[in-house]
Antibody, heavy 124, light 108 residues
Framework: EVQLVESGGGLVQPGGSLRLSCAAS????????MHWVRQPTGKGLEWVSA???????YYPDSVKGRFTISREDAKNSLYLQMNSLRDADTAVYYC??????????????????WGKGTTVTVSS | DIQVTQSPSSLSASVGDRVTITCRAS??????LNWYQQKPGKAPKLLIY???SLQSGVPSRFSGSGSGTDFTLTISSLQPEDFATYYC??????????FGQGTEVAIK
């Protein structure tokens, strides 16, 4: 069974740090891009970071310079190091697999496997 | 960044109704548009990718259409398990991958 399981969430003070982990199983982890997507309580989805199979990384401006995504293919694991946390970072964080499908000559990208999420609360 | 805007933000419908949700992109995104379903307390689930391709295992009552800037998700006959929030997402110009604000489908 294809599965993603997040861990590492919790309560942290503003300005603090937290490291999220995601354990992947049931597929060849090293062959896929991976993402973190977050969702504040009662609000919509926000893409937070991505890492390609070659280790290339991407971030939106809202977290650039504060968050670092990394992967360890030998352990089928994805990580998100979050520093200088703010109240606005409070959310459920999902680990997500990226994939694509070809319809010649194009490749269509989507996020097809999601973990159950881990909750991060930034509060004093 | 490309913005995607959904309408309506919420709707109420009865079991058996035909339901249509619209997503509009701030510029042309060809067919690079995905739809997700999220039930309360659960992770999102991919329904449709490339505007109209049904993800494996998704019931055929779900369909997607559109290209360019205007897209539609249609549920042909609403079932009790379809009450949820639906999100569109563009993958044409990414990063960033951007989501619509969501459409909540509630029971009338």
């Amino acid at each position: 069974e294809v599965q993603l399981v997040e861990s590492g969430g919790g309560l942290v003070q503003p300005g603090g740090s937290l490291r999220l982990s995601c354990a992947a199983s049931g597929f060849t982890f090293s062959s896929y891009d991976m993402h973190w997507v977050r969702q504040p309580t009662g609000k919509g989805l926000e893409w937070v970071s991505a890492i390609g199979t070659a280790g290339d990384t991407y971030y939106p401006d809202s977290v650039k310079g504060r968050f670092t995504i990394s992967r360890e293919d030998a352990k089928n694991s994805l990580y998100l190091q979050m520093n200088s946390l703010r109240d606005a970072d409070t959310a459920v964080y999902y680990c997500v697999r990226g994939d694509s499908s070809s319809r010649y000559p194009y490749y269509y990208y989507y996020m097809d496997v999601w973990g159950k999420g881990t909750t991060v609360t930034v509060s004093s | 960044d490309i913005q995607v805007t959904q309408s309506p933000s919420s709707l109420s419908a009865s079991v058996g109704d035909r339901v249509t949700i619209t997503c509009r992109a701030s510029q042309s995104i060809s067919s690079y548009l995905n739809w997700y379903q999220q039930k309360p307390g659960k992770a999102p689930k991919l329904l449709i990718y490339a505007a109209s391709s049904l993800q494996s295992g998704v019931p055929s009552r779900f369909s997607g259409s559109g290209s360019g800037t205007d897209f539609t998700l249609t549920i042909s006959s609403l079932q009790p398990e379809d009450f949820a929030t639906y999100y569109c997402q563009q993958s044409y110009s990414a990063p960033p991958w951007t989501f619509g604000q969501g459409t909540e489908v509630a029971i009338k």
